[in-house]
């Protein structure tokens, strides 16, 4: 598993415009591939009288899939470059998707490749894009008497809390970097005066 990758911070969406043609650039996280066609489908579904509808992204911490489409225009002029964009950010788990208003002039090969390189660069810059790490699930087990103070501290301290569960005892899943494993349960211990159990879990990515 990956130390870590860059995605975009959120979806957003920017306009652009290039000789009276209107590039509008949709980008957003993608866990997976169906996310990332389901972006698509949404925007095709937004932009319906769109020209065309150029997409590409960018599956898996290593970029193990790549995907991109022309949608009609000129082989190589629109998704390749707004694939190439992504991949020299080196965004992962990332989907773009262009709605083009065509404006009366013809571009050139040149001329879109540009465009909707850019178009896609001026969405990643607007949106921003933000590092995730790789982390260890772990779940912090109390009792009701001190599961908010628990939660309070957590909170306080700026941890990746994913869920609460109340039951006989109040199980918290957080996720902790990975190499601060003993660093969180010797953290935890001090703020619980021993009375938090913790049990680690799965690898996942996170903020933290």
Same mark, same amino acid.
């Given at each position: 598993?990956?130390?870590?990758?860059?995605?975009?911070?959120?979806?957003?969406?920017?306009?652009?415009? $290039?000789?009276?043609?209107?590039?509008?650039?949709?980008? #957003?996280?993608?866990?997976?591939? #169906? @996310?990332? +066609?389901?972006? &698509? /489908?949404? !925007? %095709?579904?937004?932009?319906?009288?769109?020209?065309?509808?150029?997409?590409?992204? !960018?599956?898996?911490?290593?970029?193990?899939?790549?995907?991109?489409?022309?949608?009609?225009?000129?082989?190589?002029?629109?998704?390749?470059?707004?694939? +190439?964009? &992504?991949?020299?950010?080196?965004? =992962?788990?990332?989907?773009? $998707?262009? #709605?083009?208003?065509?404006?009366?002039?013809?571009?050139?090969?040149?001329?879109? *490749? %540009?465009?909707?390189?850019?178009?896609?660069?001026?969405?990643?810059?607007?949106?921003?894009?933000?590092?995730? %790490? =790789?982390? =260890?699930?772990?779940? !912090?087990?109390?009792?009701?008497? =001190?599961?908010?103070?628990?939660?309070?501290? &957590?909170?306080?301290?700026?941890?990746? !809390?994913?869920?609460?569960?109340?039951?006989?005892?109040?199980? *918290?899943?957080? /996720?902790?970097?990975?190499?601060?494993?003993?660093?969180?349960?010797?953290?935890?211990?001090?703020?619980?005066?021993?009375? /938090?159990? &913790?049990?680690?879990?799965? @690898?996942?990515?996170?903020?933290?």
């Amino acid at each position: 598993m990956r130390e870590g990758y860059v995605t975009v911070a959120r979806e957003g969406v920017h306009e652009s415009e $290039v000789n009276r043609s209107r590039f509008v650039c949709t980008v #957003a996280p993608a866990a997976t591939e #169906a @996310e990332a +066609q389901a972006v &698509l /489908a949404r !925007v %095709r579904a937004a932009y319906p009288d769109a020209t065309h509808h150029c997409f590409a992204y !960018v599956v898996g911490a290593d970029a193990d899939v790549q995907k991109s489409g022309d949608d009609g225009e000129p082989g190589g002029t629109a998704g390749l470059p707004m694939l +190439q964009l &992504l991949l020299r950010r080196e965004l =992962r788990y990332v989907v773009a $998707v262009v #709605a083009r208003y065509f404006g009366g002039t013809k571009l050139g090969a040149g001329g879109l *490749i %540009r465009a909707y390189g850019g178009a896609v660069g001026a969405a990643v810059d607007a949106v921003g894009t933000v590092t995730r %790490r =790789r982390m =260890r699930l772990v779940t !912090v087990t109390v009792d009701h008497g =001190r599961a908010g103070k628990v939660l309070g501290h &957590l909170h306080a301290a700026g941890r990746d !809390v994913r869920g609460v569960a109340y039951g006989e005892n109040v199980e *918290i899943e957080v /996720a902790v970097p990975a190499g601060d494993l003993d660093g969180f349960g010797s953290w935890l211990a001090d703020a619980t005066a021993g009375g /938090a159990e &913790l049990r680690p879990g799965d @690898e996942v990515y996170g903020t933290g």
